[in-house]
Each structure stands twice: as structure tokens, then as C-alpha cells.
């Protein structure tokens, strides 16, 4: 045989035994193009678990990673600068704590949109997927495409799970064209730090046991090979589903990554009080015990403590530097159920909550594998409006990067004197997300295919961003 005949068919010879089991395994053509995609598409990685924090509302830029000294007094955040651990680099005294780790954190000061996105939803469903919502085929929450491509690490945990899911938001994730068994669990948590807080689906009636479980499963699995349904794309989607449900339930391992109390004092004590803090050590919960995609997208809840409060995300129309509510008179509404910026339930309890994260997952020796992201849809108005807020603007802000091989104590990028528009090294959602899939060891240049063959090649539009590496 001709030598370089037979490396051609040394080289495929695994792809044509797989193609040849179509009849004997019943795989359809759909089903080996997955199959395909599921064992091309990846390659060596830097990260085994991303976490991603969404604070969404629009965090303003220019009152926390992006101070502007220098703009008109009129428009300047009012807070003071404090000096990071990183030389040259401040921060706003929002983020006293953070800026004592700063050294271990990359910020991005140059993120804005190539394709203008404003709206909540739109910026929401931006940063779960790394696309601009409206193209000609839903695409999936990055998530999705982790637990497509890599499963999860932990054998009865879900793969990608968002928690506390009570956001308005909470609804823009997306399972796209991938089986829905890859969309996100759904942890429910309307305060975490409740003692008394639960996961409701994990408390299995005592009458069902793992021997009821098996039996089910032995007949479901004969009813499939009788129908024929063990190549249908949804029997197999709920089959998969009824599985991962019972490994959960019969799980200790499960019910321990959503129990706080297993924490000790002290930890629940370097979180912080009150629901984000709680938030944030589940999603660290998580990671540890296998999680391979979290997300994180706190809204704090209404409680005696914050009346009015009753949407406490970062969408500071209206009085953002009041002290308590911002619906005070003058306000024009689009602020309404909100607090100052600089009350405990938004910055305070961020920087507390994201400083014990950082130092917590480096401690137990899960910062070097978890990339962590902490991520806004966009920033605020470098201009105070007459409302005494700042409005949405795409145009420039700020996004923090850490773990997984990041080198911290750097700033990417940087913004003009007022915080208006990017001036040097700009990045945008598509190339976070590229930055992701590719610390993930997922193949940008190999596509997934829709059940109807259409490849999509995933942040097409972005670049992973090397200098953070």
C-alpha cells in the first residue's frame, strides 16, 4: 500500500468504524454528526470549572473598578480611591477589600459591545451565551455547550446550574440547539441565608426508594428498546433528565454542595451577612463538589431591613449615591426598588463576598483550576442625569478576570478621562466568552451542529484575550 495512503487511512480509521455502527448501535446520522462533535471539539485545558458571577443591573464603571479623578466634579463618583496591591492601580473605596487581593484579579477596563446591546434581557442573555442576542439561531448559554462538549465532575450534580435563579433576568439562559438536557438546574434560593433554606426538589418522599428507582429504570429501559425511542432526540433528553433527578435525590453528596450548614463559622462569617454572601460560597460549594459550570446572579431580596427594596440590582437610574432607597422625590421611576450604590446589600456586600471567594478558592487549592469571572451586561453613564443616576451605556466598562492560569495584578485595557468610551485594547463579550471556551479546552475552530446540520462555530466574533495569561 502507498505510504501516504496508509497514514490516510490509519488517521481515519476510527471515524469509519464509528460510521459503521450506524446499524449495529442504531445510530442515526444526527446522532454520530453529535457524537462527532462531542470528541472533536476539545483539546488540553487551562481551567476545569468556570464560575461566573453576574451582577447585572449595569454596574457602574466609573464608582468601583474604574474611577475617573479627573472628570468634572459634577459627574465624578463621590467615593474615595484606595490603592490595590497592584502598583499605580485604584479602586474606589466600594471596594476596600478587593483591592487588598487585587493581585490575584485581572481587570478589564476596556469591555464594551460591537453590537450595541441596551436592554436587560438582551445584555442578560449576552453574557450567558458570548453572543449578541437576535441572530438567525439561538445560541446556547455557555453553559450548556460545557455540559454538551464535557459533562459534569461531580457523577450526581448537573453539569451547569444557576443559583439563586430569582432574578428577573434568571429567565435569558438558553439551551439553543443543543438536547434540553443540557439546559441549566435551576437552584431556587430566595435567601440563601436563611437558616431554613432548602432545595426543594432535593427532599425525596420516603416511599420512593432506590429500589422503586431501579425497577422504574429497568422498565423504562425495555419500553425504549420495544419503541425503539433510545435514538429519539427527546425520550432520550427526558430519559437523561429522570437519571440525573435520581442521582441527585439519592445522593449525600448532592444535598451536602447546597447545605451552608456544613460550613463552619468562620467561613459563613468571611462572606459575609445576608444573601449574597451565601450566594457566593454555594457557587464556591459547587465548584468543589463537581459543578463543572456555575452561575451566579444575586439580587438581593425584600426584607424588613430594606423597605422598598424590592429589586435590588445595580440599575441605578435614579439617586444611585443615596444612602438607603433611591426612590426618593425627583426620581423619574426608572430606578424604583433600589438601593445607593454605596448601601450594604450592593457594594458592601460585594466586596465582601467577592474578596472571601477569591482568597477561600486559593486556599483549598481551587483557584489554579476554577476560571472565575465576575461580569455586568454593560456599565452606567459616565454623565450623572438629572435624576441624580446614571443610565445604561454599552459604549465602555469593566469586568473581572481571575484564576485558571490568569496572571493577577493587571489591568487590560483602558477608557478616557470621563469612563465614555474605550481608548486602548478593546474587548467585548465575544471575546470573553472565546476566552472561556478556550480556557475550557473547547476547539473554537470546530463546530457544533444543529439537529439539522447546520454548523455554528461558537464566538465567531471574539478572540480569547491572551494577555490575561
Given at each position: ?261 456544613t460550613e463552619s463559622a468562620d467561613t459563613r462569617e468571611q ?186 462555530y461558537l464566538a465567531h466574533q471574539g478572540k480569547p484575550i491572551?494577555?490575561?495569561?
Amino acid at each position: 500500500m502507498n505510504p501516504s495512503f496508509r497514514r490516510f487511512v490509519d488517521s481515519n480509521r476510527r471515524q469509519w468504524i464509528q460510521a459503521g455502527a450506524f446499524n449495529v448501535l442504531g445510530l442515526s446520522l444526527p446522532s454520530w454528526m453529535a457524537l462527532q462533535a462531542q470528541t472533536g471539539n476539545l483539546r488540553k485545558s487551562k481551567a476545569s470549572s468556570v464560575l461566573l458571577l453576574v451582577e447585572h443591573g449595569g454596574m457602574s464603571h466609573v464608582d468601583t473598578w474604574d474611577p475617573k479623578p479627573e472628570a468634572p466634579a459634577e459627574h465624578r463618583t463621590p467615593f474615595d480611591l484606595v490603592p490595590t496591591q497592584t502598583p499605580g492601580v485604584y479602586f474606589t473605596k466600594l471596594l476596600s477589600r478587593t483591592a487588598r487581593i487585587s493581585d490575584k484579579l485581572a481587570v478589564i477596563r476596556s469591555m464594551r459591545h460591537i453590537k450595541r446591546v441596551n436592554d436587560h434581557p438582551g445584555g442578560m442573555q449576552f453574557m450567558l451565551s458570548g453572543e449578541a442576542p437576535g441572530g438567525p439561531v439561538e445560541m446556547p448559554d455557555m453553559g450548556s455547550v460545557a455540559s454538551y462538549l464535557l459533562g459534569t465532575k461531580g457523577k450526581h450534580l448537573p453539569a451547569y446550574v444557576q443559583l439563586p435563579a430569582t432574578s428577573e433576568m434568571a429567565h435569558m439562559t438558553r439551551v439553543g440547539f443543543l438536547p434540553r438536557q443540557h439546559g441549566v438546574f435551576k437552584a431556587i434560593a430566595h435567601d440563601a441565608s436563611d437558616p431554613d433554606w432548602h432545595m426543594e426538589c432535593l427532599q425525596r418522599n420516603p416511599e420512593f426508594t432506590e429500589s422503586r428507582w431501579n425497577d422504574r429504570r429497568q422498565l423504562l429501559a425495555s419500553v425504549n428498546r420495544n419503541r425503539a425511542l433510545a435514538a429519539d432526540r427527546e425520550a432520550s433528553a427526558l430519559d437523561e433528565f429522570h437519571a440525573e433527578a435520581a442521582n441527585m435525590l439519592f445522593s449525600p453528596h448532592a444535598a451536602r454542595a447546597f447545605n451552608l450548614a456544613t460550613e463552619s463559622a468562620d467561613t459563613r462569617e468571611q462572606y459575609g451577612p445576608g444573601h449574597r454572601g451565601a450566594c457566593y460560597l454555594l457557587g464556591r460549594k459547587l465548584i468543589e463538589a463537581g459543578v463543572r459550570f456555575v452561575t451566579i446572579d444575586v439580587r438581593w431580596p425584600l426584607t424588613p431591613e430594606t423597605p422598598k427594596g424590592i429589586d435590588l440590582n445595580w440599575d441605578h437610574h435614579d439617586f444611585i449615591y443615596a444612602k438607603d432607597t433611591c426612590e426618593l422625590p425627583g426620581a423619574g421611576g426608572g430606578g424604583a426598588g433600589r438601593y445607593g450604590i454605596g448601601h450594604w446589600v450592593m457594594a458592601g456586600s460585594l466586596d465582601r463576598a467577592f474578596s472571601a471567594l477569591i482568597t477561600d478558592l486559593d486556599q483549598r487549592g481551587l483557584l489554579d483550576q476554577t476560571l472565575v469571572c465576575l461580569l455586568t451586561e454593560f456599565g452606567r453613564t459616565p454623565k450623572v442625569n438629572p435624576q441624580q443616576g446614571r443610565d445604561h451605556w454599552p459604549d465602555a466598562y469593566s469586568i473581572v478576570m481571575a484564576g485558571a492560569g490568569i496572571r493577577g495584578g493587571q489591568v487590560i485595557g483602558a477608557t478616557d478621562q470621563q469612563g465614555a468610551f474605550v481608548r486602548e485594547s478593546p474587548h467585548s463579550p465575544e471575546d470573553v466568552a472565546a476566552t472561556i471556551y478556550d480556557s475550557l479546552g473547547i476547539d473554537l475552530g470546530k463546530p457544533l451542529y444543529t439537529p439539522d446540520q447546520r454548523p455554528i462555530y461558537l464566538a465567531h466574533q471574539g478572540k480569547p484575550i491572551k494577555t490575561l495569561f
